[in-house]
């Protein structure tokens, strides 16, 4: 079956360090990839997607990720994280499933920018 | 801008009583979604629709039904609710059911059954 897994419930890391939030999925073709961000008490809000070309995608806010068909991956990366990236994040895939694309989501990894 | 408004942001609900959650989009989209968040677990498809007056079941769709009337309107309705329909729920559109197609969500309506 088609899955999507974020083996990081949780996260904590320090303001200005770098971050990777990892993400692998599970589906015979490459299907198309997403991040969603929620920031509290808000919706989920996009912050990029990937199908094809280039595997380092650019997101906003000075996110990035980086697609790996060998490892079945996307994980999202930031050079240097704010206290304003504490929120919960999820990856995606967009599928093709009985007549219909319908998406698949992760559990989500809560992030937590510390001083 | 893309904007999906629910209503209400909160509902506390008692078992076996009726609710209903409401979804508006200015979007001009087509297709709209519910969604259910729990914690641990990724949203999770309720019910969708591409087109006013007609509804789909999603993945998880036993205890809801849903409610199109209108191309901006998408309503979530839970008949007799129970303890296990407490969660988080999301409204989404988006303007086609592509590979590539962006949702774009609602703040959501937190749900708590007692």
């Known amino acids: 079956a088609q899955s999507v897994t974020q083996p990081d419930a949780r996260v904590t890391v320090s303001e200005g360090a770098s971050l990777q939030l990892r993400c692998k999925y599970s589906?015979?073709?490459?299907?198309?990839l997403f991040w969603y961000v929620q920031y509290p008490r808000q919706g989920l809000q996009l912050l990029l997607k990937?199908?094809?070309?280039?595997?380092v995608v650019q997101g906003v806010n000075g996110f990035e990720a980086e697609f790996s068909k060998s490892n079945s991956s996307f994980h999202l990366r930031k050079a240097s994280v704010h206290w304003s990236d504490s929120a919960v994040y999820f990856c995606?895939?967009?599928?093709?499933?009985?007549?219909?694309?319908?998406?698949?989501f992760g559990a989500g990894t809560r992030l937590k920018v510390i001083a | 801008e893309a904007a999906v408004t629910q209503s209400p942001r909160s509902k506390v609900a008692v078992t076996g009583g009726k609710v209903t959650l409401s979804c508006h989009q200015t979007?001009?989209?087509?297709?709209m979604y519910w969604y259910r968040q729990d914690t641990g677990h990724g949203l999770r498809l309720i019910h969708y629709?591409?087109?006013?007056?007609?509804?789909e079941k999603g993945d998880i769709p036993d205890g809801y039904k849903a409610s199109r009337p209108s191309q901006e309107n998408f309503s979530l309705i839970l008949e007799l609710a129970s303890l296990s329909q407490t969660a988080v729920y999301f409204c989404?559109?988006?303007?086609?059911?592509?590979?590539?197609?962006?949702?774009?969500f609602g703040s959501g309506t937190r749900l708590t059954v007692l």
């Open positions: 995606a895939v967009s599928i093709f499933n009985t007549g219909n694309y319908k998406y698949v």
């Open positions: 990937y199908y094809s070309g280039d595997p």
């Open positions: 989404a559109s988006s303007g086609w059911a592509s590979s590539a197609e962006t949702l774009y």
């Open positions: 589906y015979s073709a490459t299907p198309y």
């Open positions: 629709s591409y087109v006013a007056d007609s509804t």
């Open positions: 979007n001009n989209h087509d297709y």
